[in-house]
């Protein structure tokens, strides 16, 4: 892997896991959880994946932030691993979406990506593919990187403006 690939997804994922802290805190908060609570929840949504914040609109804000820079590194890790282009896209989803599902299980909720229809892991299954499909045109890695993860982002915020729905 490029050095200044390896820098860039070491950076994002050390944002994502600061704002997944910080978010499974405030969590932790409103469900009047105590310390140990508290400290729990953070690192399960920290280091599993995808998160929330204060309102509504800014819990799916920073989920979907979250959705793209853990679902394009998961997917980059995958590729490193030399693993199929299938495997590496679904491993970057399972990143993406892993974490917010064991937040919501450790805070006694149905998981938000089970009762939601509205594109989640679509979103970042399709972000997965333009990363590998970028790579495979030989995009610089950090661009790469930079240009899937906000395709993530902003396919999933459009999805929530737009309040576009899967079929059940």
Not at 2 to 8: E, I, M, S, V
Request: charged letters at 15%; aromatic letters at 10%; glycine letters at 10%.
């Amino acid at each position: 892997m490029h050095p200044r690939l390896t820098l860039a997804i070491s950076i994002m994922e050390a944002f994502a896991i600061f704002a997944y802290a910080i978010s499974g805190l405030i969590e932790a908060r409103k469900r009047r959880l105590d310390v140990v609570g508290a400290f729990l929840v953070a690192l399960a949504t920290a280091f599993g994946g995808a998160t929330r914040l204060f309102d509504q609109r800014a819990l799916l804000i920073a989920d979907a932030v979250g959705l793209g820079l853990f679902s394009i590194s998961g997917t980059s890790i995958a590729l490193d691993a030399q693993m199929p282009a299938f495997v590496a896209a679904m491993m970057g989803v399972v990143t993406g979406v892993f974490g917010g599902i064991m937040r919501d299980v450790l805070c006694n909720e149905v998981p938000l990506i089970l009762r939601d229809s509205r594109p989640y892991a679509v979103c970042a299954f399709a972000g997965c593919w333009l990363y590998l499909g970028l790579d495979w045109l030989g995009l610089e890695g950090v661009y790469n990187v930079l240009v899937s993860t906000g395709f993530i982002l902003i396919a999933r915020l459009v999805t929530l403006k737009l309040d576009v729905r899967l079929p059940h």
